[in-house]
């Protein structure tokens, strides 16, 4: 079994609550992670000193494989002529030298991709056809049975309030990618709100090449917003051969701690496609 601490929207920079960070940092050794994703917003601002807080902060996770992505605030928004010449610099310096990359782990491969369109779309972002191909090539060489999972901050389904439902450019032709990749589950953050939603709320396939889509709410700012709004949250997903389950942490002001708020358990539907059908 393997458990993933999926995490978002960290916000260094004035919304970033330093008490809600910290009581993170106390809990995530007692969840026992065996990666962490941290899907995008590290920062406000994209500015030096918040990416330097960012870093201090992810470096005091446990010591297990990260994968993350950068979000739309972690390009300049308003450094104008950054953003057009280097917009993910600082990102690269102190937070992952590549926008893209992938983490094998015992049962499951992750594939992060920056979703951010620095020069075109600054909020609702999209995924280039090279990115495809890049999946396309690590899943090619993914173990047997192992999960499939992309990691991008965008969302790609809309959350039942469509609040910010600025969706990307190419959205169907891309889940319909990732389905014939035999992807089976999308992680993501950018709504600031816990949701569950799937690829058939896209994209019409048959139910067992589904794609399960979730995000997290902002883990650690004031940022919350619809049902969690001043809310923080987290997600502590488990991934075994028949099932995921995906556990909603929430952060309640009574007991000043997180708190399970909810459990959903899925099928692994792609895993009992043979891997010569999943590309
Ligand atoms: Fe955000």
């Known amino acids: 079994m393997l458990?993933?601490?999926?995490?978002?929207?960290?916000?260094?920079?004035?919304?970033?609550?330093?008490?809600?960070?910290?009581?993170?940092?106390?809990?995530?050794?007692?969840?026992?992670?065996?990666?962490?994703?941290?899907?995008?917003?590290?920062?406000?601002?994209?500015?030096?000193?918040?990416?330097?807080?960012?870093?201090?902060?992810?470096?005091?996770?446990?010591?297990?494989?990260?994968?993350?992505?950068?979000?739309?605030?972690?390009?300049?928004?308003?450094?104008?002529?950054?953003?057009?010449?280097?917009?993910?610099?600082?990102?690269?310096?102190?937070?992952?030298?590549?926008?893209?990359?992938?983490?094998?782990?015992?049962?499951?491969?992750?594939?992060?991709?920056?979703?951010?369109?620095?020069?075109?779309?600054?909020?609702?972002?999209?995924?280039?056809?090279?990115?495809?191909?890049?999946?396309?090539?690590?899943?090619?060489?993914?173990?047997?049975?192992?999960?499939r999972i992309v990691v991008a901050h965008h969302p790609f389904a809309s959350a039942p309030d469509y609040a910010h439902d600025a969706r990307m450019p190419r959205l169907k032709s891309v889940l319909q990618r990732f389905t014939e990749l035999g992807v089976d589950m999308i992680l993501g953050g950018h709504l600031h709100r816990a949701y569950i939603g799937n690829s058939l709320d896209v994209i019409e396939t048959d139910h067992d090449r589904s794609i399960l889509i979730v995000q997290s709410g902002t883990s650690t700012s004031r940022r919350g917003r619809a049902r969690e709004t001043n809310k923080n949250s987290f997600n502590l997903i488990t991934i075994d051969s028949d099932h995921i389950d995906v556990e909603h942490h929430i952060y309640l002001d009574d007991t000043e701690r997180f708190e399970p708020a909810s459990q959903h358990r899925f099928p692994r539907f792609g895993k009992r496609l043979p891997n010569s059908q999943r590309q």
């Not at 030298?97 to 909020?123: K, Y």
């Open 3 to 147: 458990t993933v601490l999926h995490i978002s929207d960290l916000h260094f920079g004035p919304p970033y609550r330093e008490q809600i960070g910290e009581k993170l940092l106390e809990l995530t050794p007692q969840l026992r992670p065996d990666v962490i994703v941290i899907s995008g917003d590290f920062t406000q601002r994209a500015k030096d000193e918040q990416f330097r807080e960012a870093s201090e902060f992810i470096k005091r996770l446990p010591d297990v494989p990260q994968v993350v992505v950068p979000g739309n605030h972690d390009v300049p928004l308003y450094r104008v002529a950054e953003r057009f010449r280097n917009p993910h610099g600082l990102y690269q310096q102190h937070i992952h030298p590549e926008l893209n990359h992938v983490v094998t782990v015992d049962g499951a491969m992750f594939v992060a991709l920056d979703s951010t369109a620095p020069r075109t779309a600054i909020t609702n972002g999209r995924i280039r056809q090279d990115q495809l191909e890049f999946c396309c090539d690590w899943f090619a060489g993914a173990e047997a049975g192992a999960a």
